[in-house]
């Protein structure tokens, strides 16, 4: 007897022998330069007249995947597409003047380069480090290059360190201030080593595992591990309300495709729902586009500081395995994520992808006032999620589908601050004082969503939406009277909006032509966190790159090669790739295929409270039924148990 593996769904993400596949059809492929370095690995995903075609009659369209190179010896990008069925390369082509991420290696190789360079050692000894066992050297991306560096052409990056005493170490406790070593990527040389000046190492261990953290030079001393939590316990006796088929996902009226990248990390596809017999669209794909966390401190180690963390670190493949009980409670479901590493052949992260249900409190209630009986009922949401730890800090990526509707995004922030050295009994100009000695400078870390939006069709419109007040006269004597103001977005160049949170701004993606009971195009509202500007200068290197933060709201025209907000090679790029770029054929946006693109920031100035691990803090938004439905889609949820409904006592 022989059993055959289903067909993936067609926008499942490679297989771990897909990426064998890929990996092996490059290597073979007559172009191919020995010691490239394999950067992106993925699906290359079919277009959607294929997957509504599959949709339709269960065709499926070929798989292929898509690879990014780096041909080092050129200082060349290379942009191969794989035949998965046939192991074939059918597209090659170079990139000039792109720059990749650092490799692993080229990470590893570059810190030990650092290690041993003379000028780098004696600078540390000029602070007393005399053994590096212990010390953290971090090739950062630079956000900052002076001319001199640009003029090189090379690809480059700038090593910062921390000095641990022993391996278990928070090394982030220990900044060496002041040091910064130049690194040419492609050579693994130590171009130039910056010393600014001595500043002493901080004299307290920052440490936070509680085997280390209750020494008497840790600050803070932590006196002990409160000992009154009493155990909460979700137990799921009849098993989860969702079922997990593959990469596709079915929970109450929800269906998606989960899917998953070596650079954006977790990607919905296909969010539907079903609703009274008719499945309806929602969105076609959702992932981060990009992130950038730009430093607000002039000082030398903390100008360089501006990473675009998903392009320039590598986010999917930064994921971290998840345990049960620890990071998911609950009857969890986990996908495991594959990604490349640097030789072309898969990674496999345990448990990379969390799937499980939440309460979320009360959905809805009310109570009747003549009858005393209280009709309530519990919400809840599944939840999606991943974490990855870049450097420092830790990031949990959380989508939630809800009972009614609603579709959330929650960024979690957590992990460690990156920190200064500053004179003790010095207050500085730009962060706070976390510990004696040590503190945490400004900074704000920006994301940008993508959202493919497909509100009961592929034609979709954007309105703004603000609160303006009616103005006075007869038709308003009371002079209370507003309206929610619906401007329509027609075109990229106008298509580029800030939140107003005082109007209470917010996003309406409609389609016009699929009418809602009510006479009301069907639409989905996006609903803004709080936001926040870039404050830096206006030709500020960094910022160049950076466009997408000046603006929290974009809505371009359906390019599927449109991908990433800062543009597919940030690394060092000049500036005014991505949306700007995108947006810059001011192509109409009203009724047609678009895509919403959503800015939102975690603004950090750092608090005392963040060290020595900072406490999650989120940043996110939603997108919420607004006339898609005719009434709450809410009100068929099961009341919670039988005396729920039944009149309480009031005494
Ligand atoms: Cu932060």
């Known amino acids: 007897m022989t059993t055959s593996t289903p067909a993936p769904h067609p926008l499942a993400p490679l297989s771990e022998q897909e990426i064998v596949t890929a990996a092996a059809a490059v290597r073979a492929y007559h172009e191919f330069a020995d010691g490239s370095v394999f950067v992106f690995t993925s699906l290359r995903e079919p277009g959607k007249p294929a997957i509504d075609e599959y949709e339709r009659d269960s065709r499926l369209p070929p798989r292929e995947a898509s690879v990014v190179l780096y041909d080092g010896s050129q200082r060349l990008i290379i942009e191969a597409a794989v035949s998965l069925a046939d192991g074939k390369v059918f597209s090659w082509r170079s990139v000039p003047g792109a720059r990749p991420k650092a490799s692993r290696r080229e990470w590893e190789t570059a810190a030990e380069a650092v290690k041993a360079d003379p000028r780098w050692l004696g600078a540390l000894s000029r602070r007393g480090v005399t053994d590096v066992s212990h010390v953290e050297v971090q090739p950062w991306p630079p956000g900052y290059t002076d001319s001199g560096d640009a003029a090189t052409g090379r690809r480059l990056a700038k090593a910062l360190a921390w000095v641990g005493l022993s391996e278990a170490d928070n090394t982030f406790a220990r900044p060496v201030e002041n040091v910064v070593a130049t690194i040419d990527l492609d050579t693994l040389t130590v171009l130039d080593v910056e010393d600014h000046g001595l500043v002493p190492l901080p004299p307290r261990a920052g440490n936070y595992a509680p085997e280390l953290a209750s020494d008497p030079g840790n600050f803070p ?51 539907r729902y079903h609703d009274q017999g008719r499945e309806r669209s929602v969105l076609h794909r959702a992932s981060l586009s990009e992130m950038w966390v730009p430093y607000g401190d002039p000082a030398p180690v903390h100008r360089v500081k501006a990473v675009f963390d998903e392009s320039e670190a590598g986010l999917g493949a930064l ?56 009709e309530v009922r519990r919400g809840r949401r599944l939840v999606i999620s991943s974490f990855a730890t870049v450097g420092n800090y830790d990031y949990g990526f959380f989508w939630y589908l809800h ?64 609160a303006v007040p009616s103005p006075p006269g007869p038709g308003n004597p009371a002079g209370n009277a507003w309206v929610a103001r619906e401007l329509p977005l027609e075109r990229e160049a106008s298509a580029q909006r800030l939140a107003d949170t005082a109007a209470g701004r917010h996003w309406l993606i409609v389609n016009e032509s699929v009418l809602s ?60 790739a991505g949306l700007p770029a995108y947006a810059s054929a001011n192509r109409p946006v009203r009724d047609t295929d678009i895509v919403v693109w959503h800015t939102f920031a975690a603004h950090h100035v750092v608090r005392p409270e963040d ?28 009341r919670p148990a039988a005396h729920c409904h039944t009149a309480g006592e009031t005494a």
């Open 221 to 271: 001393v932590l006196a002990g591990l409160r000992d009154d939590v009493r155990p909460i316990e979700i137990t799921q006796p009849e098993g989860p309300s969702f079922g997990l088929d593959g990469h596709e996902l079915r929970w109450q009226r929800w269906r998606l495709v989960v899917g998953y990248t070596p650079r954006e990390g977790l990607v919905l596809h296909r969010v």
């Open 319 to 374: 994921a971290n395995p998840l345990q049960l009980g620890c990071d998911c409670l609950g009857e969890i479901r986990y996908l495991d994520a594959v990604v490349n590493g640097d030789d072309g052949e898969p990674r496999r992260v345990t448990n990379a992808i969390c799937i499980h249900e939440e309460d979320t409190g009360v959905a809805w209630k009310h109570t009747h006032a003549q009858t005393g009986s209280a």
């Open 403 to 466: 009972t009614d509707g609603t579709i959330g995004y929650e960024i979690k922030l957590t992990g460690i601050i990156s920190t200064g050295a500053v004179a003790g009994g010095t207050q500085p100009a730009h962060g706070t004082v976390v510990a004696p000695g040590l503190y945490g400078p400004n900074h704000q870390h920006f994301f940008n969503v993508r959202l493919d939006m497909a509100v009961d069709g592929t034609a979709n419109s954007v309105y703004e939406v603000d």
């Open 517 to 576: 009971g009510h006479g009301r195009p069907v639409g989905y509202q996006l609903l803004p966190g709080p936001s926040t500007l870039p404050p830096l200068q206006p030709d500020a290197p960094a910022l160049l790159r950076a466009q997408f933060a000046t603006r929290h709201l974009w809505v371009t025209a359906y390019d599927p090669a449109e991908l990433y907000a800062a543009g597919d090679y940030p690394y060092q790029h000049p500036g005014g």
């Open 611 to 638: 060290w020595p691990v900072m406490p999650v803090t989120t940043a996110g938004f939603q997108l919420r039924p607004f006339g898609f439905f005719d009434a709450s889609p809410a009100l068929d949820l099961p």
